[in-house]
C-alpha cells in the first residue's frame, strides 16, 4: 500500500542555493515537483482557456500544468530570460492533451499586457480565466536602499500589469469566467526587508 503522499515527499533540510535574477527553475539543485501524479482531474475546466501570467516557472508552472489536466487550453507569458523554464512549461502542458500558447514579453510594458489578451483570444479562440502571477521581488537591508527605478519596476509588474490585463481582459470574459491573482502573506505582514513588494501585495489584496 502506497505511503500517504504527505509522508512520501522530499523532506528539509534542502540544501541552500541563490540564483541570479530571474532565476531559473532549470537551475535550481532541488526542483520543485508541479506535475502532481496523484492528482485526478474532473473535466472542471473542459472548453476553457486561461492565461496564467509567470506561467514559466513556480507557482505559474503548477497552475498552468493542472489546469491544462483540467481540460484547459493555456497561454503563458513570461519574461525572454525564462525562455528555458517556459519551454519545459509548454511540453508538460502539451503532454496533458492541451494547447499552450508561450507569450515572451515584459509585463511592465503597457502594450505587452494587451498583446497578452489579444494573442490568446486571437490564437485561442476566446477568454475565460485570467490568472495575475508574476510578481518582482528584491530584498533590501534598509528602506533607503529600495531606489526609484526599483520601486517603479515593483508597481509595475506586480499592480500596473494587473490592473492593465484586467482591463484588457474584461471586453472577452463572459458570465462565469474568473479573475485570480496570486497575494502574500507579506501584503498583511510587511516584512522589512520586502517594503516595495509588501506594498504591491497589500493593494493586490484590496
Known sequence: MAKPQIESEPKPPFPKQKLDKPGLEADMDVR???????????????????????????IGRAVAVL???????????FLPAERQDAAETQRAIEAE????????GDLTNAEFC???????????????????????????????DVTDEEFDRTFKTNVYAYFRLVRAALPH??????????GSETGFEGPEMLPDYSATKGAIHT
Open 32 to 58: 520543485p515537483k508541479y506535475q502532481a501524479p496523484r492528482y485526478k482531474p474532473a473535466g472542471k475546466l473542459e472548453g476553457k482557456v486561461a492565461i496564467v501570467t509567470g506561467g514559466d516557472s513556480g
Open 67 to 77: 489546469f491544462a489536466r483540467e481540460g484547459a487550453d493555456v497561454a503563458i507569458a
Open 97 to 104: 492533451g492541451r494547447k499552450c500558447l508561450a507569450i515572451e
Open 114 to 144: 494587451l498583446t497578452v489578451i489579444d494573442r490568446t483570444v486571437a490564437e485561442l479562440g476566446q477568454l475565460d480565466i485570467l490568472v495575475s502571477n508574476a510578481a518582482h521581488q528584491n530584498r533590501k537591508e534598509k528602506l533607503e
Open 173 to 182: 470574459l463572459q458570465a462565469g469566467a474568473s479573475i485570480i491573482v496570486t
